[in-house]
């Protein structure tokens, strides 16, 4: 678990932050508000600044909202917890979704009813994208709702020249990082008891999909 030193010193060097981040978050709440209206303790993988954990554990305080991201991340996304001082944002959790372990509830609840990614899996290579859902089996519990938001291929196909170029930009600095098959991550949420819910498009050519067991 990651513990900011001094996080609210006034030397304190400048919280990094997403502009893609402050111009997701209204409609991905606007989701979230819907699909997770009887959760309550959810794991977000790959928490990257906090700027997502921080607003939406503020807009939805029924929730506890536990981040996470990979060790050695570093983003500010503990100083940005800290400094929120939010009751259901605790601090952030390590979690390399290819290395394990995976996290179980501090609330004492066996599992997660809720887990939320956001452009997470076009970063990992597919064989970490594998692993995440094969530890999202695990870790969900029967009635588990999973939201995951970010831009997605279709039929095989990008759904935008603007796509095109994002995985060409990704693959190009990582062979193995890419835009997802919609079906082929379907297929594995399929393999661990998640059924496509909703399919919500988003502004610039992103999607929020909403799995849920059963």
Same mark, same amino acid.
């Given at each position: 678990?990651?513990?900011?030193?001094?996080?609210?010193?006034?030397?304190?060097?400048?919280?990094?932050?997403?502009?893609?981040? &402050?111009?997701?978050?209204?409609? =991905?709440?606007?989701? @979230?508000?819907?699909?997770?209206?009887?959760?309550?303790?959810?794991? &977000?993988?790959?928490?990257?600044?906090?700027?997502?954990?921080?607003?939406?554990?503020?807009?939805?305080?029924?929730?506890?909202?536990?981040?996470?991201?990979?060790?050695? /991340?570093?983003?500010?996304?503990?100083?940005?917890?800290?400094?929120?001082?939010?009751?259901?944002?605790?601090?952030?959790?390590?979690?390399?979704?290819?290395?394990?372990?995976?996290?179980?509830? *501090?609330?004492? *609840?066996?599992?997660?009813?809720?887990?939320?990614?956001?452009?997470?899996?076009? =970063?990992?290579?597919?064989?970490?994208? &594998?692993?995440?859902?094969?530890?999202?089996?695990?870790?969900?519990?029967?009635?588990?709702?999973?939201?995951?938001?970010?831009?997605?291929?279709?039929?095989?196909?990008?759904?935008?020249?603007?796509?095109?170029?994002?995985?060409?930009?990704?693959?190009?600095?990582?062979?193995?990082?890419?835009?997802?098959? @919609?079906?082929?991550?379907?297929?594995?949420?399929?393999? =661990?008891?998640?059924?496509?819910?909703?399919?919500?498009?988003?502004?610039?050519?992103?999607?929020?999909?909403?799995? /849920?067991?059963?």
């Amino acid at each position: 678990m990651k513990t900011p030193a001094h996080a609210d010193r006034p030397d304190a060097p400048p919280l990094p932050a997403s502009p893609a981040c &402050e111009r997701n978050r209204a409609p =991905i709440l606007d989701v @979230l508000r819907v699909a997770f209206a009887s959760r309550r303790h959810v794991l &977000e993988i790959g928490s990257g600044t906090g700027q997502h954990a921080v607003h939406f554990a503020a807009a939805m305080p029924w929730l506890r909202w536990q981040s996470s991201d990979r060790p050695g /991340q570093d983003l500010g996304l503990a100083r940005r917890l800290a400094l929120a001082a939010l009751s259901n944002a605790p601090p952030p959790l390590d979690l390399d979704v290819a290395q394990g372990p995976w996290p179980v509830p *501090a609330s004492g *609840a066996p599992r997660f009813d809720a887990a939320f990614t956001a452009n997470s899996l076009h =970063i990992m290579g597919w064989d970490a994208v &594998e692993a995440c859902f094969a530890g999202l089996g695990a870790m969900l519990g029967d009635d588990a709702v999973l939201v995951v938001y970010g831009p997605f291929n279709v039929g095989g196909a990008f759904t935008s020249d603007s796509n095109r170029d994002f995985d060409a930009m990704l693959r190009a600095r990582n062979p193995q990082s890419g835009l997802r098959d @919609l079906e082929a991550v379907d297929a594995l949420a399929a393999r =661990i008891g998640l059924r496509l819910h909703a399919d919500v498009a988003m502004p610039a050519h992103n999607r929020c999909l909403v799995w /849920q067991r059963p």
